[in-house]
């Protein structure tokens, strides 16, 4: 017996690494990666909720951000080629057009 | 068993998200996302997610993993530049993260009486398994928004083309 505190604090903890990861990394496809820890910290937040309850839904909503993420995966990677194709660096700091 | 399993798991989670954040090579990083994902999947069969725990490792350090690790070695990308970075996300990103963190979790330790436990597998009630459970609602209930998803992947099919076409 688990209680259902822990395991939200887990994701918590992963959510607030995501956070620091986002931040801290200056290659564009990390960026990308700690973006997925995020939505995999708030997956675990909802399947949590979704057996504290008895009820499925939870688990209907986890499938449709896996879905988004999927969708969101493989445009973002476009992107990132397609950046990289134009200004030869995948770090963030040299990618700044619409900064100035 | 339970809390056993969640020590294990949950322990090697959080390394592998620690791992990602501490690691300089963005292969070390997608692979270490790969450990947190396997080990997520376990904890989610653990809380009665069965189908999720199948569609996560499926999905997650499948397919989607097996795409971020194509393009890192496509693009043949190196260990970043140690940058200064952005002085903002130092001195307001990492405390703001911390503080979030700290805020989540004295909510969720305040609540713990009315969160209750979990025990392993699961219990939807009426004597049915989960895949079955997640079908049923999935195809009554929530088939619309089911349906709009398969288009959702469609359009993000056509741009991934489009967006990495040659001429651009």
């Given amino acids: ?100 | 068993m339970q809390l056993a399993l969640f020590i294990i798991f949950g322990a090697l989670a959080l390394g592998g998200a620690l791992n990602l954040l501490f690691q300089r090579h963005p292969i070390n990083s997608a692979l270490s996302l790969v450990v947190v994902m396997m080990s997520l999947a376990v904890l989610y069969w653990s809380l009665g997610a069965e189908f999720l725990a199948a569609a996560q490792v499926i999905v997650y350090s499948g397919a989607i993993m097996v795409l971020f690790v194509f393009v890192i070695m496509l693009l043949n990308a190196g260990e970043e530049e140690h940058t200064t970075g952005s002085r903002a996300a130092y001195t307001v990103g990492i405390p703001g993260a911390a503080a979030i963190f700290c805020l989540l979790s004295f909510v969720f330790l305040s609540e713990r009486n009315a969160l209750s436990t979990s025990a392993i597998g699961g219990d939807l009630g009426n004597g049915v398994d989960n895949i079955a459970a997640v079908s049923a609602m999935l195809f009554t209930k929530q088939l619309l928004p089911f349906e709009v998803t398969s288009i959702l992947i469609l359009v993000a099919i056509l741009g991934a083309v489009v967006l990495a076409r040659k001429e651009l």
């Fill in chain 1, 1 to 100: 017996m688990v209680p259902t505190a822990y395991y939200l604090i887990l994701a918590a903890m992963l959510f607030s690494i995501g956070i620091g990861a986002f931040l801290i990394k200056r290659n564009v496809i990390t960026i990308f990666i700690s973006i997925e820890l995020m939505l995999n910290a708030v997956n675990l937040t909802f399947v949590a909720f979704a057996h504290m309850w008895h009820q499925v839904n939870g688990q209907i909503f986890v499938f449709f951000v896996m879905v988004v993420a999927a969708a969101e995966a493989a445009v973002g990677l476009a992107i990132i080629i397609s950046i990289f194709r134009t200004r030869r660096t995948l770090n963030v700091d040299e990618i700044n057009l619409m900064k100035s």
